[in-house]
């Protein structure tokens, strides 16, 4: 299937960059400088830029902050004139919610590019409003002809390597946003509240990463101040900022949003940390999450907060969203013959099958924030993620995977594929029953990419249970290998109209594409 990339107007990339510059009121600071102060005359200012999520064939979320109390205003429009535009009055802005607010859109026309502008109007005048931030994105089709493309990642801000001015910041936004795809999956590990970003790193050819820092990523995150301190972070970067005004997201989560390797119920023995309890630790998390995304699942003050979710892209695609850390058991060596926790917990399991089975789509991504196959260790008997080293039958939360996997056959659910993120390396492996210790599934794609911006790790063992064959890695032989020295990694999935071909493509920025996998429509397995 050719590529054809969709690359934007000249009229509309002058556009964003007109009214980026809006959402872009304040510079980079100067390393070792904190957030910047917004004084704009007894105006809102929303120099934060816009964001949107979850973006179907008639809906959309869209998010913005503020420096003060305001009301949220959003327009849309069908063309960049704003000529008869739609209003939509948005909520309250205020410190109850770090000054972060998400309107959504409902009767959106399908396939169509949809111009907004977010003004914040101040709440005792609403004469007296900012200058107004403007974004673009497009609505999923309707129609089954109409090809989907997408692009995944994650991993941003890790092992200490932060917005570096001297390489001109996360300049693979910038490269991801000129493919101007329909939307972006990130697969967890937005931000990495455990790690500290230092204003200068020494590399080890000699030369220094130098680091934009803020106070609160001075120490690991423990208040609800420090964790919305990560999640408002990345947003200092332009090209972010101008990513997000033109592409929505899929945004989920995994462990560096809170700390590494946790799970529910965990106590820690880390003396960076004075609150012990990685619950209370979550929970805080959980609500800065909500607040620095729009995510469509309704927030519950009860904590019981969803990020696991269906979010339908019209005829070709279903994306299933997967939360494979907030319903975990605790990790462990993972033998146990008997496991109805897993990583899925019986919940979330029992959902996904559901919804797989409700699906109507061509292809049904399954977006996890953890690979299958590879084996991720933490610490030195315990495991985590679902693999445990052991290549024969299926134990600890083996037995899970097995049940959903099983169940997909027997169910002949068909065009599953599995993207995710996690290792900070790029690979892809196919898993088959006649490899495979347990055999009753069906043949199926893993495909892995990141990081965004953070270290790069050698490759990790397969295990040999779901019979993985890995067709392509890409991994560096030394731990954390900084951005300067090795291109950020990142994913892209075309699904062509015609045909109903998905090809997926594993890409390192500058570029390159470094493997292609084109797969066919309505197979159980490939």
Not at 69 to 86: D, H, I, K, Q, W
Not at 254 to 273: A, F, K, M, S
Not at 445 to 453: D, N, S
Request: net charge negative; proline share 8%; with cysteine.
């Amino acid at each position: 299937m050719p590529y054809r990339p969709r690359v934007p107007s000249p009229d509309r990339r002058a556009l964003l960059r007109g009214s980026l510059a809006a959402s872009a009121a304040f510079t980079l600071p100067v390393v070792g400088a904190a957030a910047p102060a917004f004084a704009r005359s007894g105006r809102p200012d929303a120099a934060w830029g816009v964001q949107v999520g979850d973006v179907t064939a008639s809906s959309a979320l869209v998010w913005v902050r503020s420096d003060r109390p305001a009301r949220m205003v959003v327009e849309t429009s069908a063309t960049e004139s704003f000529r008869r535009p739609r209003r939509w009055h948005g909520p309250l802005l205020g410190p109850g919610t770090d000054f972060t607010g998400t309107t959504p859109l409902y009767g959106l026309p399908p396939g169509e590019q949809v111009h907004y502008r977010v003004t914040l109007a101040a709440p005792d005048d609403p004469r007296r409003t900012g200058e107004p931030v403007y974004g673009t994105f497009r609505t999923a089709p309707a129609r089954r002809r109409d090809s989907v493309r997408f692009l995944w990642s994650g991993d941003i801000a890790g092992q200490g390597w932060g917005i570096n001015p001297d390489i001109g910041g996360y300049r693979v936004y910038d490269e991801m946003r000129r493919l101007d795809p329909d939307f972006f999956l990130c697969s967890g590990d937005n931000i990495y509240a455990d790690g500290v970003i230092e204003p200068r790193v020494p590399l080890p050819d000699g030369r220094v990463w130098h680091n934009i820092t803020t106070e609160e990523k001075a120490k690991v995150a423990e208040s609800l101040t420090e964790y919305r301190g990560n999640f408002r972070y990345n947003l200092l970067d332009d090209n972010l900022r101008e990513f997000n005004a033109q592409v929505p997201s899929i945004i989920q989560w995994d462990d560096h949003e809170v700390r590494n390797n946790w799970y529910p119920g965990q106590i820690l023995d880390d003396d960076r940390y004075t609150e012990k309890n990685v619950d209370v630790l979550a929970a805080r998390s959980m609500r800065a999450f909500r607040e620095y995304f729009p995510v469509s699942t309704p927030h519950r003050p009860s904590g019981t907060d969803r990020v696991h979710r269906v979010v339908r892209h019209g005829p070709l695609l279903d994306v299933f969203v997967l939360d494979m850390r907030s319903f975990r058991n605790a990790n462990s060596p993972g033998r146990q013959p008997d496991d109805t926790t897993g990583i899925l917990g019986s919940e979330q399991l029992a959902w996904l099958e559901r919804e797989l089975s409700r699906s109507r789509a061509v292809w049904k991504v399954i977006a996890a924030d953890m690979p299958l196959g590879l084996v991720v260790a933490d610490g030195a008997t315990d495991f985590e993620a679902v693999a445990q080293g052991d290549p024969g039958t299926p134990l600890g939360r083996e037995l899970q995977i097995a049940e959903l996997l099983r169940y997909i056959k027997h169910h002949r659910i068909t065009g599953t594929v599995w993207l995710t993120a996690d290792v900070h390396y790029t690979s892809a492996q196919h898993y088959a029953p006649e490899r495979a210790a347990f055999q009753d599934f069906a043949p199926f794609w893993e495909f892995v990419t990141g990081p965004l911006a953070a270290g790069q790790f050698p490759a990790n063992p397969l295990d040999g249970t779901f019979g993985p064959d890995q067709v392509f890695v890409q991994a560096p032989d030394r731990a954390n290998v900084s951005p300067m020295e090795s291109p950020a990694l990142f994913g892209e999935v075309d699904i062509d109209g015609d045909s109903g071909e998905l090809t997926v493509r594993l890409r390192a920025q500058g570029g390159s594409v470094l493997f292609s996998k084109v797969l066919q429509p309505g197979r159980v397995g490939q």
